[in-house]
């Protein structure tokens, strides 16, 4: 299916420095797609420091069960991503996929097969014949570049209608440092084609332990803090890589205060891709971000800014332009979170809808239908009980969405 | 909007007879719609015992804060139901409006307030404008006869495309008893328009506790095992009368084994409702039955069961007829319960699709293809891992969904 690029789309593309000891391929290895790559690898000249964060799914694909056995130990030599075949659901059969797949990989970089990190994106259920990949692979990694990064996000790419790149810099010690960043995913998953997966490279020298504080102090608020349709894949995959090729004295602790712009700028990035893949949600006409405040806790904000964000009844309400406000109430209410009919408070933007449990006064209707008709759209929740609070983005629910999920397959 | 009949609905309405001593009507008081009634009442001729489950919505409307306070005594003379407004975060207004509408139903009945139950469906966060009932309230008491239960299903329709009316007969005793029901509801909530209402009556002399028991052994197997997008209303309400107008020495408890055949037919009302709610559901063109089998326990095939049903990858690609079972194994692994990816096993009726975490030896797409353009399909899944069981029941995903529910308002 050829799909037009989504309206939500960022005008242009990031482009993206060399990070010193990073070099990146892809080719058409074959596997489902006629006339594009599907095969990506990223190498590292030399080690690099490794962190993950993977699919919470019971029912995860061969490739998360390879990332979560060599994810201890922290280190990485290759990456190797494949889309149009998420490898999932295929028994032993998967198993010996990923394990055929790291064995040409460890032999292409001569290194151990521990080093060996995977992906795969696409259908479910269908063998991985990744004998296919056998000459493509090598021939990536011989031929692998510093400036492919763009190459590197369209070869990842399934129902995506755009590449999602970033890139941020910071300095430690007061030499620069750079943060890149791809991404892919256009429904929190569509078992056909989608799934979220996203590879951040630095140059810094920081240690995977490091690098596994700081995803898990951001993943929360960026990459699960967005929804399409609700649906978690089988096959989501966050992996962070440090190759310490800058000149910097290694940083060991995500406490060391050394890194504190660092931080800033890789939860930056990490929001900036997460945000891309909403912006790609299948049929997505608007983007909706959900700020919830007053709750009884953080997670209780949480709960509810999801609740809101994957209702259907939101969603399509979003996308007929209507500040219905009327299912935020539903929405909140059906958190199963404290809630207090009678303190709740709604705005669109800076527009009040509904104080203390009922319409506000002033609501109107015409200011209210022409700031809803924006691509971006703030949604605002104030539920009067204590702090805890919460940002949530999400996207309309269109029918496009039933189109590229209803008539994919057949 | 003029909504054409669900292609799900039933052929033919059933006719309900007489329940000795409840009286229906129904009349238009003008809340919202021009040109159909939208104001219900139920009278009792003598005390009936009541018994109700009602929304677990943290943020419940008005009238399910009056049911809440009157359901412990038991005892009920009137039920009033309106239509276009429901009620629901109007704050002290809408507390207002619930205990006018009470005061007029009391002075109708000659009862006291506490024996008024009261139900409104429709949009929220509009003031109801309970003066409207005066006089055509009054009117419909007067004018009640034993046979407009069809007149009463209709009135309370809010984007129903159908009136949901069943009944059945049992013995106590040797003595033939009935039981009546009508319901509402189109989405599980919309709260523009939907919302799901269910009332049941008797004739059989059955304490409110006994009733309350009943309610509470088959609602989650019934109307809590429906979904059509997994959003719950503000209003939700279940309400179970028994007039005790049948010769019968009166049954206490639950337990009384003179009870068995009423408990089943009750029981099998309860699911011909749900049933056709589902029927009804929002731009719903196939309906699913979804059988969990094989969990760690009934909640937890519960929990699966659901997440299959409310999963938009599932519902779409139900309506695009596709047997996507890629999609079942996500929805299992995103349900957060125990499975074991290499013990599931998916069938479509009877064709299976996946056995042993990989697709079933001689998996035919034509076959499947051939059974998934039925107007209702069964999802099978078994876990592997206990005797955990469930059935849940929902409906496709499809573009009037989002027509319905994008363009409504605006």
């Keep these: 299916m050829q799909m037009k690029t989504s309206p939500l789309a960022p005008e242009t593309l990031a482009v993206l420095p060399p990070v010193v000891g990073v070099r990146l391929g892809a080719a058409a290895a074959g596997i489902k797609y006629a006339g594009r790559t599907d095969l990506m690898a990223m190498a590292f000249d030399e080690q690099a420091a490794v962190a993950g964060v993977l699919t919470r799914s019971h029912c995860p694909s061969a490739p998360v069960d390879w990332c979560r056995a060599n994810l201890p130990a922290g280190r990485a030599r290759i990456l190797v991503v494949n889309s149009g075949n998420a490898n999932a659901f295929t028994g032993k059969k998967g198993a010996e996929a990923t394990a055929l797949t790291a064995q040409m990989a460890a032999l292409a970089m001569n290194c151990p097969v521990s080093d060996v990190f995977l992906s795969s994106t696409g259908v479910i259920g269908e063998p991985l014949e990744a004998e296919k990949f056998d000459g493509a692979l090598q021939q990536i990694v011989r031929d692998a570049a510093p400036d492919r990064w763009e190459e590197a996000a369209r070869a990842i790419m399934t129902t995506d209608t755009f590449p999602k790149l970033a890139t941020r810099t910071a300095e430690i010690d007061g030499v620069p440092v750079t943060i890149n960043g791809i991404a892919k995913g256009s429904g929190m998953i569509a078992p056909d084609m989608a799934t979220m997966l996203a590879y951040i490279v630095t140059d810094a020298p920081i240690s995977a332990a490091a ?20 649906d978690t894949s089988t096959s989501d995959t966050v992996l962070a890589f440090a190759t310490g090729a800058a ?164």
């Excluded at 690098?211 to 609700?230: E, M, P, R």
């Excluded at 890194?259 to 909706?288: C, H, N, P, Y």
């Excluded at 207090?340 to 239908?369: H, K, N, P, Q, V």
């Design 247 to 410: 000149g910097v004295t290694p940083v060991a602790s995500a406490d060391d205060t050394r890194l504190a712009a660092f931080a800033t700028a890789f939860a930056d990035l990490m929001e900036d891709l997460a945000l891309q893949i909403v912006r790609d949600g299948e049929g997505a006409s608007k983007l909706m971000r959900i700020e919830v405040t007053g709750a009884q806790s953080d997670v209780s904000a949480r709960t509810i800014a999801l609740a809101i964000a994957n209702s259907p009844l939101v969603k399509t309400a979003l996308a007929g332009g209507d500040a219905n406000w009327g299912r935020i109430v539903m929405a909140v209410g059906k958190a199963g979170e404290p809630a207090d009919r009678d303190r709740l408070a709604i705005r669109f933007g800076d527009l009040a809808a509904a104080t203390d449990g009922e319409r506000a006064a002033g609501y109107d209707e015409a200011a209210m239908s022409a700031y809803m008709q924006r691509d971006e759209v703030t949604i605002g929740v104030d539920i009067g009980l204590g702090d805890g609070r919460f940002t949530a983005w999400g996207c309309d629910l269109t029918k496009d969405y039933v189109t590229i999920n209803g008539d994919y397959r057949s």
């Design 211 to 230: 690098l596994q504080t700081l995803l898990g102090q951001h993943v929360d608020t960026t990459f699960n803090a967005i929804t399409v349709d609700s």
